[in-house]
């Protein structure tokens, strides 16, 4: 019944790691040590691993459903599943941060947290979300609702799709050059940021990378290089100051360039690796969920462990998070999220069969 494309692109679970630790030293050590600018590649990566993420969910759903979505049922299915991979983590989460205030202060904003539970947040109000860097979650779902149409659109033609990449690539613009302005910081039009529009072509960017370059060979070497080039420029060109630099005007064409070259880099990387090495990174891409969620409630919880027994080691402090971080977000894919996963896709292999047969006993009638 279940006619997905098992198949996982390896090298793109190693961005997907790779970006969730840099998130994860990037929030740490701005948390523990300093804040870090445009100048800084941790700092720009601050904001553009974010932006990685997006381009690398929409180039996954393009490889995973790109023949599957085909009718009205298969896009319930697709949502209910995208439910069952979002929401168990995240209802986690948010309990453990309101469950605290709760016993605390005895109240909570029970509408927050229903927008939250439900990602509600993201079609509504996108800054109205519990955990920290919970804003692109809900953006995900935004996105996830119109990945169907995406699909139809590419599916039907090319230029389809090809022709509303471009329209939110001019909505993209809008924002860096007129919505969001330059010379006033990012925390002061935070809600602009986030709004889900104004991240909406990186995701599908990433649809369009898989129907663009499916088909398209790169040499090894070329694509190293290439990446070598790529990676070098992100670090080192001219950007100071707030991060607002890097998504405002020029700076928001050039890093969203630099991002699309990286995903398709590794999408078309072609390398082997010793096998301990990239058993490392598969485990960090596929935890990356679990990392980019639960560093923040590990780093929270730590801290305050610290502060009890009078250790105001800033390293200690770093490193203990960073590993408790890890080994939770490895545990918690393995024995909480992949079995969810799991539930979600029986469940909706019933659902499509039980559909599928009234359907039948309607023809012969």
Known sequence: ???????????????????????????????????????????????????????????????VYNTYIDSILKSIIFYIRRIFRIWPLLWVICFVLVIPILLKTGTFDWKLLFLNLTTLFGFLKPTAYIPTGAWSIGNEMVYYALTPLILFLYNTKKWFGNMFFVFTLIIGLFFSFYLLKSNVDLPAQWPTYVNPFNNLFLYVMGIAIFYNFKETNISTKLNLSLLAITVILFCILPFSGNQISIITGIGRIVFSILSFIIVFCFYKLNINVPKTFGNILETFGIATYGIYLIHPVVYLYTGSLLEKINSKNNFLLLGTTVVLTILISTFSYNFFELPMIKIGKKFTNSFESFFQKQKVKSQKI
């Open 1 to 63: 019944m279940d006619n997905l494309k098992k198949s996982r692109v390896e090298t793109l679970d190693w961005l997907r790691g790779l970006m969730a630790l840099s998130i994860m030293f990037y929030h740490l050590i701005y948390w523990i040590f300093n804040p870090l600018d445009a100048s800084n590649p941790l700092g720009r990566l601050g904001i553009y691993g974010v932006s990685i993420f997006f381009i690398l969910s929409g180039l996954s759903m393009a490889i």
